[in-house]
């Protein structure tokens, strides 16, 4: 398993899909900036650390991750790799051997990365996608989102990006703090989440942020929390962040249309259904469908932070609203959501490449008389 743009304690590379390997007996060693992010690895895997890339910062973590799997990955059943810049570093002789898990359209998300000079962005975009067409006839994949198939010419196995959901729901929705759980940016809803918080402060309502921030995006955090609208957490481990927002009166999302989060399922919609929050969305199909289907939230207007006040407000002001949708979401996402269902498709599913490769080799080898 191999990253250099994850933060190590990832929640879909750690905590579902590394604890599945572990879970069926499988010896997994990790690839991951743990150095970068301060991070203790699991006693249960073997780490092997390298530099982190970020922003236009990413040239000597791909050296080094190149030279780590060169050194390191030979006798490995099967390579999966995280991050598309590591398709640039996958030695030849591992290529049978080698799976890109796809969980974003890389292509489509370079619009919103601003360290990304504007006038690259275009050429790069048809760079990455013919990265993508190359990957799909070297390598195997593993994709996140169903939608992702038109991009390929092939269909490959879908994993969906979904959650650990307990058997009953956690504390009853309260009504003095609204959570958002994951990576913060622009297009992810900053600006508005700020706004929010200044809004609903008035009333008695603490927003709290749990996740990462861009670095274009902190000072304004920074200067949120000096201003004590809201508190803010920084990056943490999955499992407990979501367990910091048992109790909350709604999880956001608020995510911009944009087009990598048109045909993308955001996965903290189905994290707040699992701990039986109510769900507060912007209209990203696919979010505004599973919110709508369940019943279990508010849909807003994108980039409409007055709208989202008042579907808090709503929520605040009628506590058999929240309860009945917190339960709703919650045995909606105990249906159709709950990680084990998919950890044993994907452990299956790297188990059969494993054996294929290994049949490959067989017959390549050459019989010793």
């Known amino acids: 398993m191999c990253t250099v743009v994850h933060h190590p ?64 990955a030979g006798d490995a059943d099967i390579l999966l790799l995280h991050d598309p810049e590591l398709l640039l570093a996958v030695p030849h002789r591992l290529r049978s ?24 962005r275009i050429p790069l975009r048809f ?31 879908v994993v969906p990006n979904t959650t650990h959901v307990p058997d009953a729901p956690p ?9 958002y759980v994951g990576q913060l940016s622009f297009a992810r809803g900053v600006n508005e989440l700020i706004t929010l918080a ?33 508190r803010w957490y920084g990056f943490v481990p999955n499992d407990r962040a979501l367990r910091m927002a048992e109790g909350a009166l709604a999880g956001l999302s608020l995510l911009h249309d944009t087009p990598n989060y ?3 399922m955001p996965t903290k919609v189905v994290e707040y259904m699992a701990r039986g929050i109510p769900v507060i969305s912007t209209p990203n199909p696919i979010a505004a469908r599973i919110v709508g289907e369940a019943n279990c939230g508010l849909v807003v207007p994108f980039e409409d932070p007055e709208a989202t006040a008042a579907a ?34 994907f452990v299956a599913q790297l188990e059969d490449w494993a054996r294929s490769a290994d049949s490959a080799s067989a017959e390549l080898s050459p019989r010793v008389v």
């Open 198 to 230: 200044r809004l609903v402060h008035a009333d008695g309502i603490m927003l709290d942020l749990i996740g990462g921030a861009d670095a274009d995006v902190r000072p304004l955090l920074r200067e949120a929390q000096r201003e004590g609208i809201l």
């Open 171 to 179: 504390a009853p929705p309260g009504d003095d703090r609204i959570i």
């Open 9 to 72: 304690e990832d929640a879909r590379i750690l905590h579902r899909q590394i604890r599945a390997l572990l879970d069926a007996g499988h010896d997994v060693t990790y690839v991951a900036p743990f150095r970068a992010c301060n991070v203790a690895p699991w006693p249960e895997i073997d780490p092997l650390d390298v530099p982190r890339a970020t922003g236009r910062n990413r040239l000597r973590a791909l050296r080094q991750a190149r030279r780590t799997l060169a050194r390191h």
């Open 262 to 264: 048109r045909h993308s």
């Open 312 to 345: 808090v407000r709503r929520l605040r002001d009628d506590p058999a609203l929240r309860q009945e949708m917190g339960k709703r979401g919650h045995e909606a996402a105990r249906a159709r959501f709950h990680w084990p269902e998919q950890a044993r498709l």
């Open 97 to 120: 051997r080698t799976v890109w898990d796809v969980h974003e359209d890389t292509a489509a998300a370079l619009g919103a990365k601003g360290w990304l000079p504007a006038p690259l």
């Open 127 to 157: 760079a990455v996608r013919r990265m993508e067409l190359r990957a799909e006839r070297r390598l195997k994949l593993l994709l996140a989102e169903d939608g992702y198939q038109d991009r390929f010419r092939r269909p490959h196995p």
